[in-house]
């Protein structure tokens, strides 16, 4: 259990640190430039690292939610702290998979100058959805926020 936790605490560290310099660097670049080219270079370089460390995430997070709490349908009750740290995990991803649909789907393909504003908002929602899944992950170790 160990090796997996530390392959998903290392997925987290690349997923929300990559967010963290894109929301805190990148961004601010090509709003002042009013480049989307210049999100879009990062963007080609992280998403070689970037996507695969959420897939682990995903895979490694499962594996140990599993190690938690054996009983897959206890994941979605509030009958334990476990559960809802489980269960607002669970609703962190779902809502980072849903901007990332619609940034991928919707905003990207229209991605212009003017439009820039649009993906501006779903790169701050996802680097804050990273951030808390930290904060949330933590609570497994400390017992709470």
């Known amino acids: ?23 805190l660097t990148v961004l601010p670049r090509a709003l002042r430039a009013r480049d989307p080219n210049v999100i879009q270079e990062f963007e080609a370089g992280y998403a070689r690292l970037g996507m695969p460390a959420l897939l682990v995430q995903i895979v490694t ?15 979605f009750g509030f009958g334990s702290p476990v559960a809802v740290h489980i269960f607002v995990k669970l609703a962190l991803l779902a809502l980072t998979l849903a901007l990332a649909m619609h940034a991928r789907l919707r905003v990207i393909p229209k991605l212009d100058a003017d439009r820039l504003g649009v993906l501006a908002y779903h790169i ?22």
């Open 124 to 145: 701050v929602a996802v680097t804050i959805l990273s951030v808390l899944f930290v904060v949330v992950g933590t609570g497994f170790r400390f017992g709470g926020w």
């Open 61 to 75: 997070g499962l594996w140990l939610a599993y190690q938690y709490l054996p009983s897959p349908a206890a994941w």
């Open 1 to 23: 259990m160990k090796w997996v936790l530390l392959i998903h605490i290392l997925g987290a560290t690349i997923w929300t640190g990559g967010h963290l310099v894109l929301a």
